[in-house]
T-cell receptor, first 113, second 118 residues
Framework: ELKVEQNPLFLSMQEGKNYTIYCNYS?????LYWYRQDPGKSLESLFV?????AVKQEGRLMASLDTKARLSTLHITAAVHDLSATYFC?????????????FGTGTRLQVTL | EPEVTQTPSHQVTQMGQEVILRCVPI?????FYWYRQILGQKVEFLVS????????KSEIFDDQFSVERPDGSNFTLKIRSTKLEDSAMYFC????????????????FGAGSRLTVL
């Protein structure tokens, strides 16, 4: 059974600081997604990482994938309050069929002034 | 930007009642999904649907659950006899491509239907 674990589960950080969220998964996959969820809202796609060494950046967020280590990271640079949300990584194990995402536990990020 | 729409946004029901949650996926998408999220927990896969049949279902998706695409636009999730533990946010999602092969298969999620079973 695929296990996807994130750490930390909760992160409180000050504006302007940098931090990294880690996503570890238990079975080989080269298809990993990062989603953002605001309280009571839906899941917004942030990044799609499709191969070993993939790196994607959007604004203050940068995601990377190391398939050999079964690890993805989401790095936050110079955090701002608007980034406060819960961040989920999700791994897709299916090949050639409909997707089946296994989500991580989520990291609740709180950026304080 | 195209979006997945879900109704109702919130439904309260008595235990044992039937519930139907409705979704309108993005029009040119071929794959449809239901996920659920119990309050404060992670998002869990329920079922995927393609070409008018279930592609895969999870252990959660037992005989009490069913899905249907009754016409060209709607995709529904039915729970026949609700239990307290069915209380959750149910997300519909759709995607255009297969899981692998031709690039990213990004799922677009709807805003969710919150189900409260009393």
């Amino acid at each position: 059974e695929l296990k996807v674990e994130q750490n930390p589960l909760f992160l409180s950080m000050q504006e302007g600081k940098n931090y990294t969220i880690y996503c570890n998964y238990s079975t080989t996959s080269d298809r990993l997604y990062w989603y953002r969820q605001d309280p009571g809202k839906s899941l917004e796609s942030l990044f799609v990482l499709l191969s070993n060494g993939a790196v994607k950046q959007e604004g203050r967020l940068m995601a990377s994938l190391d398939t050999k280590a079964r690890l993805s990271t989401l790095h936050i640079t110079a955090a701002v309050h608007d980034l406060s949300a819960t961040y989920f990584c999700a791994v897709d194990m299916n090949a050639g069929t409909a997707s089946k995402l296994t989500f991580g536990t989520g990291t609740r990020l709180q950026v304080t002034l | 930007e195209p979006e997945v729409t879900q109704t109702p946004s919130h439904q309260v029901t008595q235990m044992g009642q039937e519930v139907i949650l409705r979704c309108v996926p993005i029009s040119n998408h071929l794959y449809f999904y239901w996920y659920r999220q119990i309050l404060g927990q992670k998002v869990e896969f329920l079922v995927s649907f393609y070409n008018n049949e279930i592609s895969e279902k999870s252990e959660i998706f037992d005989d009490q659950f069913s899905v249907e695409r009754p016409d060209g636009s709607n995709f529904t999730l039915k729970i026949r006899s609700t239990k307290l533990e069915d209380s959750a946010m149910y997300f519909c999602a759709s995607s255009r491509r297969q899981g692998r092969g031709s690039g990213a298969n990004v799922l677009t999620f709807g805003a969710g239907s919150r189900l409260t079973v009393l």
